[in-house]
């Protein structure tokens, strides 16, 4: 549907709207306002595991949309190859994914990352992490991670900046900790289940529950 656009704000001076003293303007340079890691395995030209983790993804029923800087590894692997598992690790785990954050399994390093990145071949070894078998796809799971999506890509485009692709994965099967899920159902508990959050370049948890939407599956009983 069309709609029109309202006209901008005046602001002020000061960077505050001139009809209201609520809000200021900014510019930040990242706009990663609280988004789950994950950790995404593809597989390598050699048949070898690719491990990074990404800040961008989420969820459409049973499709995953994620953002892949478009330089690396992962955005050269899902190209030719698109087969991926999507690991959720939780909030203990974020020095494990932060030991990540610097590689890159480009080599050479691409001219963008040089200085700030170094190549590394074997990334789950760099982590700590140990991968394990998947069940429909190649490249493996991180044995390690409480939830872990096996999917293949169905879309994979470069956004409108051409600074990232867009990938819209397909799940195929979901691995969970057996602790996560509402016994004898097929529900993960969110009571049970936080995910490691990426927030403005920190690393958060979850607090506690605040309440539940009239569609949860899994309401609290207390």
């Given at each position: 549907?069309?709609?029109?656009?309202?006209?901008?704000?005046?602001?002020?001076?000061?960077?505050?709207?001139?009809?209201?003293?609520?809000?200021?303007?900014?510019?930040?340079?990242?706009?990663?306002?609280g988004?789950?890691?994950?950790?995404?395995?593809?597989?390598?030209?050699?048949?070898?595991?690719n491990?990074?983790?990404?800040?961008?993804?989420?969820?459409?029923?049973?499709?995953?949309?994620?953002?892949?800087?478009?330089?690396?590894?992962t955005?050269?692997?899902?190209?030719?190859?698109?087969?991926l598992?999507?690991?959720?690790p939780?909030?203990?785990?974020?020095?494990?994914?932060?030991?990540?954050?610097?590689?890159?399994?480009?080599?050479?390093?691409?001219?963008?990352?040089?200085?700030?990145?170094?190549?590394?071949?074997?990334?789950?070894?760099?982590?700590?992490?140990?991968?394990?078998?998947?069940?429909?796809?190649?490249?493996?799971?991180?044995?390690?991670?409480?939830?872990?999506?096996?999917?293949?890509?169905?879309r994979?485009?470069a956004?409108?900046?051409?600074?990232?692709l867009?990938?819209?994965?397909k799940?195929?099967?979901?691995?969970?900790d057996?602790?996560?899920?509402?016994?004898?159902?097929?529900?993960?508990d969110?009571?049970?289940?936080?995910?490691?959050?990426?927030?403005?370049?920190?690393?958060?948890?979850?607090?506690?529950?605040?309440?539940?939407?009239?569609?949860?599956?899994?309401?609290?009983?207390?």
């Amino acid at each position: 549907m069309d709609t029109l656009s309202p006209a901008p704000p005046t602001v002020s001076g000061h960077g505050k709207h001139a009809d209201s003293d609520d809000h200021v303007v900014i510019a930040p340079a990242i706009l990663y306002f609280g988004t789950p890691v994950v950790l995404l395995t593809t597989e390598n030209e050699d048949g070898s595991a690719n491990l990074a983790p990404l800040s961008s993804a989420w969820a459409l029923g049973q499709v995953i949309v994620l953002g892949v800087g478009v330089e690396g590894q992962t955005a050269h692997n899902l190209r030719r190859r698109p087969e991926l598992v999507v690991n959720l690790p939780a909030p203990t785990q974020w020095p494990q994914v932060e030991r990540l954050a610097p590689l890159t399994g480009r080599d050479p390093v691409p001219e963008s990352k040089r200085g700030t990145f170094r190549f590394e071949r074997d990334k789950f070894a760099a982590a700590g992490l140990r991968p394990e078998p998947s069940e429909l796809v190649r490249p493996p799971r991180v044995a390690e991670c409480p939830l872990q999506l096996e999917a293949r890509a169905a879309r994979v485009q470069a956004d409108v900046a051409g600074s990232f692709l867009i990938v819209e994965a397909k799940v195929l099967r979901v691995h969970a900790d057996p602790r996560l899920v509402v016994p004898g159902t097929q529900h993960v508990d969110p009571a049970a289940w936080s995910p490691l959050v990426y927030n403005f370049r920190h690393y958060y948890g979850l607090g506690p529950e605040l309440g539940h939407t009239f569609r949860s599956l899994t309401p609290r009983s207390h």
